[in-house]
């Protein structure tokens, strides 16, 4: 064997220390981070699980996905345990529209961690039953009443993001790139501008609406919604802030349309529910849970209706008659539980990434998939079902397989 080819052999068994020594170094401080972040606060944990996603799925990228595992990286934020903690904190009004805040926020935070939905099967690796995680658990303060589904949908529906449609070339934000400043703008130093030519204008550091094009105004322009946000501010105090409609996003809008793969957000009432409703009590334990499918079952036989169903766990996703229905697969006892109620109230209107991918789905008949003896087959789901959130009580998030880890 010559020693060019004794060189190769040492360059490929050093290939494979590496990739040894990341996967065991990559998963010491992986951990290090979680535990130390689950002694923080809740807005550094937020941000180290979105962090460590980012840098989990860029390491799987770059190494075609070999040096990372579908291992959990992130906390579930407890709300439960503390009185100090339950819902709403102090930071929000200390009544039902105070929790229904928060709720909403912590809804969009759990979106938030997970990349906005932005990967498919982001818990390849685990379990069947675990492709599901718990980003909050919480409870209602006693002497809060009245939280309910109908109430956070609404709530839901407020604006919560105003997408920045200028060039974006002023530091803080905002700015239009001209050969000339128009008489009501001013030039500011940007280091988008490449050429001598160009110039970075804005219309004053104050008027932040105006330089991501949005308008100030008394009275709100034909085809423009209101968005009053500090980083959007006008500069006279009787101005409002006023933005294309397609450019904001509700927080309902920024799960279902902001990522690039669309999402949803699900609401399990209780089994026993019969209301078009959910009540929200205290002294009950809620989750706050991200599902990413990774598998579909298949129904196998003659029968023409029978199709293919999402997976929650053990549990079969369904369109039927309008609404998003669970279906515990090969279990006759207790197999359908209550539909889930999505913002919007039907299945129709979940957003078309999220319809096209459930439904096609074929919607078979419920019998299929609560005979014991029917013939199941399990296969990946591709990267067309969207990723999405579902808000239940802590048992149901249990039962859906999801995981929960405290950082303790």
Sequence with gaps: MSLKQ???????????????????????????????????????????????????????KMSSELLTSGESICNTIDKHTDEKLFVPRSNYNQDKEGAELEIRDMIKKCWYMWLDGAKPDMFRGRPLSENCFTCYTFKIKEQVQGVTYNSLEKSMEDPFYAEDKSDKC??????????????????????????????????????????????CAQTKPSEYGIYNSPEWGCPKSEQSCYVEKEAIYSYTSYIRNFGPRGGDIFFKPPSTSQSNDISYAPGEIYAISFVSPSQKVCIQGDDPSAGCYAMIGTYGVVIAGGSIILVKVGTVAGAVGAALKVIGTTAKLISSNALLAIGAYQIGALDNLLNEAVNLAFAPIGTDVPNFIIVSTLKDAKELGCAINYGI
């Design 170 to 215: 002023a530091p803080a934000g905002g700015g239009y790139i001209r050969q000339q400043c128009n008489p009501d703008e001013e030039e500011t130093t940007s280091r988008k501008i490449k050429t001598n030519t160009d110039k970075c204008c804005i219309k004053g550091f104050r008027n932040g609406c105006e330089n991501k094009r949005g308008i």
């Design 6 to 60: 004794n060189r190769k052999g040492d360059f490929g068994f050093y290939i494979i220390v590496a990739i040894a020594i990341l996967l065991l170094s990559g998963g010491v401080i992986f951990a290090g981070i979680k535990y130390t972040s689950s002694k923080l606060s809740e807005g550094v944990q937020v941000t180290s699980c979105r962090l460590l996603n980012e840098l989990k799925f860029g390491i799987k």
